[in-house]
């Protein structure tokens, strides 16, 4: 592709650019390992050097497991934790109501229950506020609990957490968040991304806390084995069946998929294959999953029915199902979880529309989407925040006005740090909570300073990125020609599975192909045809564009031929072979 094809906008208002690639390199991985030139264009573009092509390919856990002690207070959390259990003394466990919290804090209680203890579980609703309250402590404190373990939370709650160690319990905190210079006053901080934190091992930062919580449980386990505490009463656990607890949390957080979460991933979902898990297994039926489910399944079938209890339902129910044993219980659970995830679509588009009404109809001096209203149900901010992004190419702050205060949830673009933005808020005074990441943060302000907030936020976005919306920029792996599209180069693409944050599904540009036989499905989708210049014809479908200039394009397109960019899948309906065309972008051929 020339250089000014590289700056035409395309028709969903994209800039399309093919990064020029290293054709030597690429020869070398293909002679080397005996790979199709297309996969190793795709592996050389996304940085992965010609030695370390077969740990991509293959990440296995031996390889890329490094010992847990590396991390920070590890040590010290698993010894503890240990003499909690050989002392039988009384656990409790305070998670986030996300999928990550869901997986982290099942994984730790299946473990815990396979060595004999019952530990004590709270998962805030969203109304109580993410991570450990000091009612949660004290309802622990009087069941007798000794040691509370927070999982995907508690590395910034400083006050209840100090809190806990004054009712003499000691406090364990496994964690991925953003870490300040302190740390709370507690017995032990475990998360990759503390300040001090060596990094030796650069790809634990990227963990999930499901992640970490499985690096604890290993050590846990190393300590009780060496310890003696393993025999006929209570034999030695098997950790890796709980890897398809891990693959879900890690997919659904969208950390990036490299290193060690790679391995975590792939092994996962061989796991998952296995339907081990009764919580999952049943909710994978009642999802319509078909097929042995692959990362796409996770984070957008499975991952959206548990977060939904924690959107528009009971917090908890996430970690009930993951940990159920029995297949009737695990049913009603995941048809409820089914049903909560039916309400919460409907609630979304509410809130979607409403927002939009708001941004279309009213003047914004600033590049971002910033939006409030007292009727919006805060379980879904998020998600809107998160589409308002990808509709506009701005940063998105979404937020529900409660009786007591305003809590938002932001999603940034990869120009603007948003976690940053929202901790540098909260420093100003004008957040009261904030956290987060740096393409997605939660946070809560006063009414009062809301316009404060606005001006804030617009400012430090027109700081990083000037005054007007960047142009999206869709970057392509390989550019073909429509009929050199088959199975077998989908049999090729699976091998860079599983894809996620990092490791985006590779996007292909057909060139010069005409769109045949459109017509609408379902609810504003497009089904047509692609038909190449040498006659070969491809299926091919366009989500959600009904009422877009794709949408409009495709369905009055009259024979005009096109550049078509999007994903290719595999169609294996009914046991038939087949494949099918995304189409994410189009535009005019030249």
């Not at 002392?87 to 396979?114: E, H, N, P, R």
């Not at 409907?346 to 600033?366: H, R, T, W």
Request: proline share 4%; with cysteine; hydrophobic share 40%.
């Amino acid at each position: 592709m020339d250089m000014d094809t590289n700056h035409q906008v395309s028709v969903g208002g994209n800039l399309w650019h093919v990064e020029p690639v290293d054709s030597k390199k690429v020869e070398l991985i293909a002679q080397r390992y005996h790979l199709p030139l297309i996969l190793s264009q795709i592996l050389v573009l996304r940085g992965i050097g010609v030695e370390d092509v077969p740990s991509f390919l293959e990440p296995k856990l031996q390889n890329l497991m490094p010992n847990p002690f590396v991390l920070k207070d590890m040590e010290k959390a698993s010894k503890r934790i240990a003499e909690a259990v050989r002392k039988k003394q009384k656990i409790a466990i305070i998670g986030d109501y996300d999928v990550d919290g869901a997986t982290s804090s099942s994984v730790l209680m299946l473990f815990l229950q396979a060595l004999g203890c019952s530990p004590m579980i709270h998962i805030p609703e969203r109304d109580e506020g993410y991570g450990p309250s000091v009612q949660a402590v004290d309802d622990f404190k009087a069941q007798g609990a000794e040691l509370l373990i927070t999982v995907d939370c508690g590395t910034t709650a400083f006050d209840v957490l100090e809190y806990a160690t004054k009712q003499n319990m000691d406090v364990v905190v496994l964690d991925h968040h953003e870490a300040e210079v302190s740390l709370p006053k507690i017995y032990a901080v475990v998360n990759p991304k503390r300040m001090d934190e060596e990094n030796d091992y650069p790809y634990l930062r990227y963990l999930a806390a499901v992640g970490v919580v499985f690096l604890t449980i290993v050590a846990i386990n190393r300590e009780l084995r060496e310890s003696g505490f393993y025999g006929d009463k209570c034999p030695e656990p098997n950790l890796l069946k709980w890897l398809d607890l891990v693959a879900l949390g890690t997919v659904c957080d969208v950390v990036p998929l490299k290193g060690l979460n790679r391995a975590y991933v792939r092994q996962g979902l061989k796991i998952m294959a296995n339907r081990g898990n009764v919580g999952l297994t049943s909710l994978i039926d009642k999802s319509g999953i078909s097929e042995a489910p692959g990362a796409f399944h996770l984070g957008y079938v499975l991952g959206p029915r548990i977060n939904a209890c924690g959107r528009v339902g009971e917090s908890g129910m996430g970690n009930k199902l993951l940990c159920e044993q029995n297949p009737y219980q695990a049913s009603l659970l995941a048809d409820k979880l089914c049903e909560f995830n039916v309400q919460r679509k409907d609630i979304e588009a509410y809130v979607l529309l409403s927002a939009i009404e708001i941004l279309e109809g009213s003047p914004n001096k600033y590049p971002i989407a910033f939006v409030a209203a007292k009727d919006w149900h805060q379980g879904v901010i998020g998600i809107v925040a998160g589409k308002l992004k990808e509709r506009y190419n701005v940063p998105s702050f979404v937020m529900s006005i409660e009786a007591d205060e305003v809590k938002g949830s932001a999603r940034s673009i990869p120009q603007v740090d948003v976690g940053a933005l929202v901790m540098a808020a909260k420093e100003k005074g004008i957040l009261t909570k904030g956290g987060g990441h740096t393409m997605a943060a939660g946070f809560s302000l006063n009414e009062d300073k809301l316009q404060e907030f606005y001006e804030f936020a617009g400012q430090y976005v027109v700081d990083k990125i000037g005054g007007e919306a960047i142009t999206p920029t869709i970057e392509i792996d390989a550019v073909l020609d429509g009929a050199g599209v088959n199975y077998e180069l989908a049999d090729y693409l699976d091998q860079l599975e599983p894809f996620g944050a990092g490791n985006s599904e590779p996007k292909l540009l057909l060139k010069n192909v005409r769109v045949s036989k459109p017509s609408l499905v379902g609810v504003g989708h497009i089904r047509c045809f692609l038909v190449s210049s040498s006659g070969g014809s491809l299926k091919a479908m366009a989500f959600r564009v009904a009422d877009n200039e794709i949408g409009k394009t495709l369905l009055t397109s009259k024979g005009e031929v096109f550049d078509v960019v999007g994903v290719l899948r595999k169609d294996n309906w009914q046991g038939r072979k087949s494949i099918q065309f995304i189409i994410d972008d189009l535009r005019r051929a030249a």
